[in-house]
């Protein structure tokens, strides 16, 4: 089958929206789908108005496509406008299924034949009065936020569990079909998050805008810092110095090393194993530590700006660091030894909350839950950018897809990012920490992906003619993989939720932005 050809960029670069091809729907879809079958994953699907509005408001939508080619390092754009309806891409691409929901509730367009068109946040439409649930007048082009997928039989029951929870947790609503414990399937509604951040970053950069990327997910300040300041400098021409972007892949690999280690802390809390919970709660916060004393935040926010990073390394500094460090990952270890060693937990975490290779590709789960399924898939090796040029960090990967490979995994990611910033502090460039940032390309569009703690974490910047976000776009990787905490809970008992759910660890605040 022949393909009309896209253009590509690589991370750091930009392309002008007048190089972007328009292709008729067919021809966009033939290019996802052969795209998708070549390995090629999807990172980005969104929808921007065309045109000005005319005297009845309305305006055409254009979709843009972003697929990711690790085989190359390179992104390959194409857009297609659609109307009020069109035929649903997700019966020829399952990745695409949840992209296509955001956009039938933003912009009130209906793709016809999407299985399961439900809202992933329950906002008002973007264009005024099209919402998709709740329309002053007609029928509602999707199902409400009370309408849930049923399974009838005799003696089958629902369970709901949230949005409010037990504990200090961001609210969600989970429905559960079961059969007394056997659950069937599990639904997750989210939106309870809803902040509108998007939209409010059209116009910028501003004195907020790096403020609102330092809260999109608060455990991942650096991650979509990161991401933001890598598409800013792609379109204002500017490469961060050497000793910056060292500086940031530390900072980056901290905070991979404090959420993973919390996480595997949580996990062993979950079965009842107390040394590794215990041990784990402190040593998260040894890790938080050592990002304030780089900074002055636990969190990382004012280390990472456009053209590098607010605060420097001196030779003192970096010998605490170091000091502090060793012996915390020394202890790391140790912690999980005794984990990995204990029957009883293993017996809890082998062959629960299992998700199939295949059926990890078909979704197109990413980061720490998809290398878990045997996925050999990092955004620092794929696409590096950055420190990560001119150094790896080992693919940490495992094949069994069930709540021990996520928990393994994160083990040995904290081994080896933790043996990463040691070497890194050890060997910082000298040089300076910022470099001075232009004006933003006018009319052009870049793209940024940063392997954060969760999985990678995409950006698409799309300037207008005056140089500033015409279109901002965030992909968290939450927004990929809450479908597959749903699928690991099919024929799992409704007790091993808590344990699945952990394992995952998803942003409710990264995904419902």
Not at 351 to 377: H, I, P, W
Not at 455 to 475: D, L, Q, R, S
Request: hydrophobic share 40%; charged share 20%.
């Amino acid at each position: 089958m022949s393909v009309d050809p896209a253009p590509s960029i690589r991370p750091g670069e930009t392309l002008a929206l007048r190089e972007l091809p328009t292709f008729d729907l067919d021809t966009f879809r033939r290019n996802l789908c052969d795209g998708v079958r070549r390995g090629q994953r999807v990172l980005a699907l969104f929808g921007q108005p065309t045109g000005d509005a005319g005297a009845t408001g309305e305006t055409g939508l254009r979709l843009f496509l972003v697929l990711a080619d690790a085989e190359s390092g390179t992104f390959s754009l194409q857009s297609t406008e659609v109307g009020d309806r069109y035929p649903s891409l997700t019966l020829d691409c399952t990745a695409v299924h949840w992209f296509e929901r955001e956009i039938a509730e933003q912009w009130g367009v209906v793709p016809d034949g999407h299985p399961w068109l439900k809202p992933v946040r329950f906002h008002r439409s973007y264009r005024p009065p099209r919402d998709a649930w709740s329309r002053p007048e007609g029928q509602p082009i999707m199902p409400s936020v009370t309408d849930f997928f049923r399974v009838e039989g005799p003696e089958i029951h629902e369970v709901a569990v949230g949005p409010v929870h037990a504990g200090v947790i961001e609210p969600g609503h989970f429905r559960f079909q079961c059969h007394g414990e056997h659950v069937f399937h599990l639904e997750i509604s989210l939106g309870f998050q809803h902040r509108g951040v998007e939209r409010a970053l059209i116009g910028g950069p501003d004195k907020r805008t790096i403020h609102y990327m330092e809260t999109l997910a608060g455990d991942t300040t650096i991650g979509h810092t990161s991401a933001y300041c890598q598409a800013v400098e792609a379109l204002a021409g500017c490469r961060a110095p050497l000793r910056a972007e060292a500086i940031r892949g530390i900072a980056l690999e901290l905070e991979r090393l404090a959420n993973h280690t919390g996480d595997l802390g949580a996990l062993a809390g979950d079965v009842g194993f107390l040394p590794t919970l215990s041990f784990n709660g402190r040593l998260r916060g040894d890790y938080l530590n050592a990002t304030a004393l780089i900074c002055g935040s636990r969190f990382g926010r004012g280390l990472v700006r456009p053209g590098g990073v607010a605060f420097d390394l001196d030779a003192e500094r970096i010998k605490t660091l170091i000091e502090r460090l060793e012996p915390a990952l020394e202890d790391t270890a140790g912690s999980l030894k005794v984990l990995w060693q204990s029957l009883s937990v293993q017996a809890r975490f082998e062959n629960t909350g299992t998700v199939s290779k295949a059926l990890c590709d078909e979704l197109g789960l990413v980061g720490m839950a998809a290398r878990a399924c045997g996925a050999y898939r990092d955004a620092r090796h794929d696409f590096p950018h950055g420190i990560f040029r001119f150094t790896q960090i080992p693919i940490s990967t495992c094949p069994s897809g069930d709540v021990f490979a996520r928990a393994y995994v994160r083990g040995m990611e904290v081994q080896r990012s933790g043996n990463f910033v040691l070497e890194q502090l050890r060997m910082l460039a000298s040089g300076p920490t910022t470099a001075p940032m232009g004006p933003m390309a006018r009319e052009s569009v870049a793209v940024s992906l940063v392997e954060g703690w969760r999985g990678e974490i995409c950006h698409v910047a799309i300037t207008n003619g005056e140089g500033h976000f015409a279109h901002y776009k965030v992909i968290d990787p939450s927004f990929h993989n809450w479908i597959g905490l749903a699928m690991s809970l099919r024929d799992q008992q409704i007790s091993d939720f808590p344990l699945c759910n952990k394992s995952f660890n998803l942003s409710y605040c990264g995904h419902d932005l």
